[in-house]
């Protein structure tokens, strides 16, 4: 079945760095694309990033909320995504999850980040 493994996430304060990783299992990777999505307090899940496969040219796409902050990174070989967020803002602060969708279908436990002074 689906696995998706987040880590990385922790508190830091603005302007702080925190480096994403997902570890995936239980089906294709190499031929999805790979999203992060998070969920602030209150409200939905929202996409943040994508990844096109390895194959595909691996394109990098972002929400304008991390565009310019946020890199997103695969391994197909691996089975692993990361996402290097720079420059981390209050409003970053939600649990962040690794998906083979934009709706986040199938997502991990998800890994909390906050950002607070």
């Known amino acids: 079945q689906v696995q998706l493994v987040e880590s990385g996430g922790g508190s830091v304060q603005p302007g702080g760095s925190l480096r994403l990783s997902c570890a995936a299992s239980g089906f294709m990777f190499s031929a999805y694309w790979m999203y992060w999505v998070r969920q602030a307090p209150g409200a939905g899940l929202e996409w943040v990033s994508y990844i096109e496969p390895e194959g595909a040219g691996g394109k990098r796409h972002y929400a304008d909320s991390g565009a310019g902050r946020f890199t997103i990174s695969r391994d197909d070989a691996k089975n692993t995504e990361s996402l290097q967020m720079n420059d981390l803002k209050s409003d970053d602060t939600a649990v962040y999850y690794c998906?083979?969708?934009?709706?986040?279908?199938?997502r991990g436990q998800g890994t909390q980040v906050t950002v607070s002074s």
């Open positions: 998906a083979p969708t934009k709706e986040g279908d199938n």
